[in-house]
Structures are given as structure tokens and as C-alpha cells.
């Protein structure tokens, strides 16, 4: 009886096996396509062999809590009264630049030392106020990633005095919102990197020779000369609401290229020339007085960022766009990409974020050859130098 008992169990054993082998094996459409048209709709060999030397999340560490650009402020009893949380507070809390009504950088959380408990630290980004004359002799940063879950930083401000730390925070402000700021940009960019809308990546690569990673959301496009529009769009309580990136080029010149007036005038005869209102004689326009300018470092190459405000010509319509402009040396042509929005009566910071995340995945022809390409923004400095 034992002998028949064990021969069962020996082939149902066996039959397990097969069964899971036979799941585990490729059908034709998993082993890929030999299409020559496949490779413009997804991304290179090199392109995924990029991805996968960004820094994996460990499986044993916690997900972390909280929206995106939620920051929680930690810090001792006395430092809520005597007005360095409160100077702190006022800094993430400042306004978005490029959004027409107020709306702050950061959703700020305030709690004592004593009080940051188990749960909160689970929170996605954390800034930990210390003041000890015995320990530390100047002011100083610091800062760690995924101590208690993942994605997260924790930023350290460490001062003897509250003084001291409250006009090292005010000196050094625009770090510190730029360094949570691009945290939040980076883990947008390495979420759209694993899911994007492909048929936009196709039409940008196919007109452009460039990668561009577009939210799944945007899923019309239309082109023109040297110009894709993608965007999303629905409708609430009848009110239209969407999320748009262009995509376009112009011969480069010089550095002249790069002002303001220049800026404004291929903007505005290329949005003219593609981007139209509701009748006829209207399309979208600059408006004047609301840009801000930045020259920036992106992938390691010089960038032209733009924050400012859109209008319909003779039409009661616009909102808020971000754009970066960058040269494409291979063929001397500057390859702008920009996301604008339409969202009325509603909050735009998250929304604009995350077109402008969309944005610095772009991957000029000269980059699509590099199989180390870091998509994924540099980390401010945040310690200044001696």
C-alpha cells in the first residue's frame, strides 16, 4: 500500500512539473517581432540595458507614504518657536513659478521631534531640523536616501545655533527647493521611462531621431512640419481639460538663439502655425511679461528652460507651460520639447511636473548611441563650499 501511495504521489509530482515548465516556455509573440518597424516603436537594446543600471529598490524595504511634492518637516519643540520652522515652512510653501494663481512649491507638514513616529517615517520626503552647539560648529547638510522606505530622502539641516541655521536656510533656499524638487522629477522620469504612450515615441523618433518619453495619458497625436503635438484631453462638467508636449525644431545659429526675444518669436510662429484656437484667426500666443529663463545643465549639456503662460489670440483660453530647449549638434538644429496644460479652476503643479519630467527624457541622435545614457537629472549640491 505504501509502494502505491508513493508511486501516486511520484507522478503527480511529475505532472506539476510539466505543467509549469509548459507555462514557462516562450510563445513566438514573447520572443519579439521581426518587424523592421518594431524598433521605432519600441526603445533600443541599449536604450533598456541603460535602464537597468539605475539603482534598483530593494524588495525588503517598505513603499513610501505621501503625493508626490509632499514634504514633512521635523524639529524640536523649541524650534516652532522661536521662527526658524516657520522661515523654513515659508520657503517650500513659496509659490509655483509659471502657474497664474498662487499655488505652493511644497504640501508642508510640520511635527516635533517627538512625534515622528514609526508611520510617519515612512514619509516620502523628510527634513530634520538639528541644533546643537556641542556637536556641530557650523551649519551643514546632509542627506539619505530610502532609509525607512522607498522611494524617500531624508535632509538633514545640522547648526549650533537656531540663528545661524535659520540665515544658512534663508542663503541657500533655492537649493533646497530645487534638490526635493528634482528628487521628485527623477522618480516621474524613472516611471516613465518603464511606462509611456509608444505611439508617441514612435512619431517623435520617426520625424526626429529622438527619444522621448510621453505619460500614457496623452494619446492623440498630430503632426506637422518638423512638429509633433501629442495630448490628452477630457471633459468635466462639460469644461475641457488637457495635458499637451510638443515636440519641434529649428536651424541653429548661434548662442543669440538662446534670449528671450528669440525665444518668443519661434514660439509664437510655430504655435501659429500648429496650434490653433476654436475659429478662425486665433491660436496659441506667449503671454508677454509672464517668463521665467533659465540656463541650465541637462544630460550634461547646456538647456534653455522656460516657465511661463499661454493665451488663445481673441479667445478667453490658456495656462501655464514649461520648456526645454536643447542643440542637436549632430544636424546643428536646436530640438525644443514642451508641455503645456489646460486646467482650469484646478491645482497645475503636479500636472505641469510631470509634463516637465516628460520633457528631460528627451534623447538627442548623438545620445541614442550611448548604451551608459543616465536619463535621470543631476543631484543639486546642497553643501556649499568652504
Known amino acids: 500500500m505504501k509502494k502505491l501511495f508513493l508511486k501516486v504521489c511520484m507522478m503527480l509530482l511529475a505532472l506539476l512539473i510539466a505543467v509549469a515548465c509548459g507555462n514557462n516556455t516562450q510563445t513566438p509573440a514573447d520572443q519579439g517581432s521581426d518587424d523592421p518597424e518594431s524598433v521605432l516603436k519600441s526603445p533600443s537594446k541599449k536604450t533598456k540595458k541603460a535602464r537597468k543600471t539605475r539603482k534598483k529598490k530593494s524588495i525588503m524595504i517598505p513603499h513610501s507614504a505621501g503625493s508626490p511634492y509632499e514634504v514633512l518637516l521635523v524639529a524640536a519643540e523649541d524650534d516652532f518657536h522661536n521662527g526658524l520652522v516657520d522661515t523654513l515652512y515659508s520657503i517650500l510653501s513659496d509659490d509655483v513659478r509659471g502657474v497664474l494663481q498662487s499655488e505652493p512649491m511644497f504640501k508642508v507638514s510640520r511635527i516635533t521631534q517627538n512625534n515622528f513616529s514609526k508611520t510617519?517615517?515612512?514619509?516620502?520626503?523628510?527634513?530634520?531640523?538639528?541644533?546643537?552647539?556641542?556637536?556641530?560648529?557650523?551649519?551643514?547638510?546632509?542627506?539619505?536616501?530610502?532609509?525607512?522606505?522607498?522611494?524617500?530622502?531624508?535632509?538633514?539641516?545640522?547648526?549650533?545655533?537656531?540663528?545661524?541655521?535659520?540665515?544658512?536656510?534663508?542663503?541657500?533656499?533655492?537649493?533646497?527647493?530645487?534638490?526635493?524638487?528634482?528628487?521628485?522629477?527623477?522618480?516621474?522620469?524613472?516611471?516613465?521611462?518603464?511606462?509611456?504612450?509608444?505611439?508617441?515615441?514612435?512619431?517623435?523618433?520617426?520625424?526626429?531621431?529622438?527619444?522621448?518619453?510621453?505619460?500614457?495619458?496623452?494619446?492623440?497625436?498630430?503632426?506637422?512640419?518638423d512638429f509633433?503635438?501629442?495630448?490628452?484631453?477630457?471633459?468635466?462638467?462639460?469644461?475641457?481639460?488637457?495635458?499637451?508636449?510638443?515636440?519641434?525644431?529649428?536651424?541653429?545659429?548661434?548662442?543669440?538663439?538662446?534670449?528671450?526675444?528669440?525665444?518668443?518669436?519661434?514660439?509664437?510662429?510655430?504655435?501659429?502655425?500648429?496650434?490653433?484656437?476654436?475659429?478662425?484667426?486665433?491660436?496659441?500666443?506667449?503671454?508677454?511679461?509672464?517668463?521665467?529663463?533659465?540656463?541650465?545643465?541637462?544630460?550634461?549639456?547646456?538647456?534653455?528652460?522656460?516657465?511661463?503662460?499661454?493665451?488663445?489670440?481673441?479667445?478667453?483660453?490658456?495656462?501655464?507651460?514649461?520648456?526645454?530647449?536643447?542643440?542637436?549638434?549632430?544636424?546643428?538644429?536646436?530640438i525644443v520639447a514642451e508641455g503645456f496644460l489646460y486646467y482650469p479652476n484646478h491645482a497645475k503643479r503636479d500636472y505641469l511636473r510631470k509634463l516637465e519630467a516628460a520633457l528631460y527624457t528627451l534623447r538627442l541622435p548623438d545620445e541614442l548611441d550611448s548604451g551608459t545614457f543616465k536619463y535621470s537629472l543631476d543631484d543639486v549640491i546642497i553643501t556649499p563650499d568652504e
Open 120 to 225: 510617519l517615517r515612512l514619509c516620502r520626503n523628510v527634513v530634520m531640523i538639528k541644533i546643537d552647539p556641542n556637536m556641530y560648529s557650523k551649519c551643514k547638510f546632509k542627506y539619505s536616501r530610502d532609509v525607512y522606505a522607498a522611494p524617500q530622502i531624508i535632509m538633514t539641516i545640522q547648526a549650533p545655533s537656531a540663528l545661524k541655521c535659520k540665515n544658512f536656510i534663508k542663503a541657500n533656499s533655492k537649493a533646497i527647493t530645487e534638490f526635493f524638487t528634482r528628487a521628485e522629477l527623477n522618480r516621474q522620469i524613472d516611471q516613465l521611462t518603464d511606462d509611456y504612450q509608444p505611439h508617441i515615441y514612435e512619431q517623435v523618433m520617426q520625424m526626429f531621431e529622438c527619444e522621448l518619453f510621453a505619460p500614457g495619458e496623452l494619446n492623440k497625436v498630430t503632426t506637422g512640419l
Open 228 to 334: 509633433v503635438w501629442a495630448r490628452g484631453e477630457r471633459f468635466i462638467r462639460k469644461v475641457e481639460q488637457s495635458l499637451n508636449i510638443v515636440v519641434y525644431s529649428y536651424p541653429y545659429r548661434d548662442t543669440r538663439t538662446f534670449t528671450e526675444e528669440y525665444f518668443v518669436r519661434k514660439r509664437d510662429s510655430v504655435m501659429k502655425a500648429n496650434v490653433p484656437g476654436p475659429h478662425d484667426g486665433q491660436y496659441m500666443m506667449t503671454t508677454k511679461g509672464t517668463l521665467f529663463l533659465s540656463d541650465e545643465t541637462v544630460h550634461g549639456k547646456y538647456a534653455q528652460v522656460v516657465r511661463g503662460l499661454w493665451n488663445i489670440r481673441n479667445y478667453d483660453m490658456g495656462g501655464s507651460f514649461v520648456s526645454v530647449s536643447r542643440v542637436d549638434e549632430k544636424y546643428q538644429r536646436v
